[in-house]
């Protein structure tokens, strides 16, 4: 099953990094972009979701990032299950999170 999506999950995928100009940033600067823009019919999915800071979002602005001339600094992707218990972010157990953590996919960018 694909993981819930919210802007919190989204910003700890993401790394709080802006997808466009790589600067990590507290969550309060940053928003959610839409790589394909919802007026051109992209959806609010895993796959076409990104993190971005506000200036970057504001100056991409209904544009693909190739319209735009900002080249995407990583790809988006749907979390796993175990990347999931991890976003979700509550207080887990070291133990256990030791546990999610020798289980999340190679390349994931919660390891």
Same mark, same amino acid.
């Given at each position: 099953?694909v993981?819930?999506?919210n802007?919190?999950?989204l910003f700890?995928r993401?790394?709080?990094?802006?997808?466009?100009? @790589?600067?990590? %940033?507290?969550?309060?600067?940053?928003?959610?972009?839409?790589?394909?823009?919802?007026?051109q019919? =992209? $959806?609010?999915?895993?796959?076409?979701?990104?993190?971005?800071?506000?200036?970057?979002?504001?100056?991409?602005?209904?544009?693909?990032?190739?319209?735009? @001339?900002?080249? %995407?600094?990583?790809?988006?992707?749907?979390?796993s299950?175990?990347?999931?218990?991890?976003?979700? =972010? $509550?207080?887990i157990r070291?133990?256990?999170?030791?546990?999610?953590?020798?289980?999340?996919?190679k390349?994931s960018?919660?390891?």
């Amino acid at each position: 099953t694909v993981p819930a999506l919210n802007r919190t999950r989204l910003f700890h995928r993401d790394r709080m990094t802006c997808a466009y100009c @790589g600067q990590r %940033l507290p969550e309060r600067l940053l928003s959610a972009d839409h790589i394909v823009p919802q007026a051109q019919g =992209g $959806g609010g999915t895993w796959m076409n979701l990104v993190t971005a800071c506000k200036p970057c979002n504001g100056r991409k602005a209904d544009r693909t990032p190739e319209e735009a @001339g900002m080249p %995407l600094v990583y790809l988006p992707y749907v979390p796993s299950r175990f990347e999931d218990f991890l976003l979700e =972010g $509550g207080h887990i157990r070291a133990d256990v999170h030791e546990w999610l953590a020798a289980r999340l996919p190679k390349g994931s960018r919660l390891s």
